[in-house]
């Protein structure tokens, strides 16, 4: 797996937020003397590994051995049952399609997808999906 940092440029120069700094050394430490690539782009959302770890770990888990089904069917389920649809206009015909769970870090509304999908599930599966608080992943 490639490392990836979150940053901000500020005056031409590379500042890593808070807690990156020392896994960052640690990365160069393991890399001395050899080439390596660095990409720089803007942040397209603020979904964190720790999100999709708790979201594929725990709330997909769950709801996995409950039912039988695969990890992707179940994450596909999820999607078109939460996610928001959205419209998408090809010459001048529009059609509503499900939403991108990437879309939801974009706008921030990752909190409330799984909150609604902890409720269902304790609804409608009798699941108890632990908060991420609650849970080590």
Known sequence: MTPKFRAKIQAG??????????????????????TVHVAIGKVKGLRTEQQMRYYFGVVVKLIVDHTGDDTDSVHDFLKDKFAPKKSITLHNETRVVPGC??????????????????????????????????VAF
């Open 13 to 34: 120069r590379i500042k890593l937020y808070p807690g990156e700094k020392l896994y960052y050394d640690h990365v160069l430490q393991t890399l001395e003397g050899q």
């Open 101 to 134: 769970t990437h879309d939801l870090f974009k706008e921030n509304f990752f909190e409330e997808y799984v909150d609604k999908i902890r409720q269902w599930a304790a609804q409608e599966l009798e699941i108890v999906i632990p908060d991420p608080q609650q």
